[in-house]
């Protein structure tokens, strides 16, 4: 009897948190997929039932869902191969104790505290063909021929890395702070143990340091993916238009078809958003599961 009124007490007290979660997250994934199955003529007006249309409509000419997603896989790869490893080694660096440690944690932890729409504005002034400072300084050394005419953010050859960029200058800091905890969190007995067998700093942290915190380098992996994955405000910025542009990514073409009587195709896009976050996440959770050398999990 006390079990079953102790399982009845945890079920009450879990209970709003339950509805919450189901209400804010599992409730519109549903919505979504429901939404994606229809054509909505007008904002205001019911769906006409077209199954898998929506989702054939999104890989032909007229929307071209196939360059947003590349554009967004590309953002992906980048965050991992580029911004990661600066977050880590700026991690272990200040990790190992330096002077001036905490403001060099300030000073890079502070683009994440700025509005992802005001550094959008301040990069597209640096970026500006006519006045901007990378425009400026390439006319300093000469090399005004080498940036394209229309502007970095113009051309379709830089565009996308002009707009990667500013990301890393804002998500360094981020996940940079993530590691650092982890860093510090590591065992100075265990560093101690290893440079009494000889090794230097760096088989210190590639053989302790990094193993230690291969929980948190996980997270940061999958915060990266599905974040460039899901990234809109700081490209809305750059966007003139969310058809033509090249660096459109989901996101951008999500909103900008909600609210032009696309609702449909809109929810389709949620829908392979919502499948490739997950997917992803999985993926990493099975790369970074711990095997044993006999294959056993």
Known sequence: MYRKNQKLTVFLFLLPSLLLFFG?????IIQSV???FYEYPAFNRAGQF???????????????????????LILAALSVFIQLPLSLGLALMLG???KGERFYLSVYFMPVLISAVVIGMLWEKIYNPLYGLLTKSFEFFGWADVLPAAGVLGDKKTALM????????????????????GVKGVSSELREAAKL?????????RYVVIPCIKPIIQVSIIFAITGSLKSYDLIKVFAGDAYNCPYKVPSLML???AFNNAGG????????????CFGFALLINWLFKERNPYGAK
């Open 24 to 28: 804010i997250l599992i409730w519109p």
């Open 34 to 36: 429901h939404h994606s």
């Open 50 to 72: 077209v199954g898998f249309g929506n989702y054939v409509k999104l890989f032909s000419e007229l929307y071209d869902f196939g360059l947003a997603i590349k554009n967004a």
């Open 96 to 98: 190992k104790g330096i």
């Open 162 to 181: 002009a707009v990667f960029i500013p990301t890393i200058w804002q998500y360094v800091g981020y996940h940079m702070l993530l590691m650092y905890a």
């Open 197 to 205: 067998d000889g090794a230097t700093d760096g088989q210190v942290n």
């Open 255 to 257: 909103v900008r078809y």
């Open 265 to 276: 195709v809109a929810s389709a896009i949620a829908v392979m958003l919502i499948i490739m």
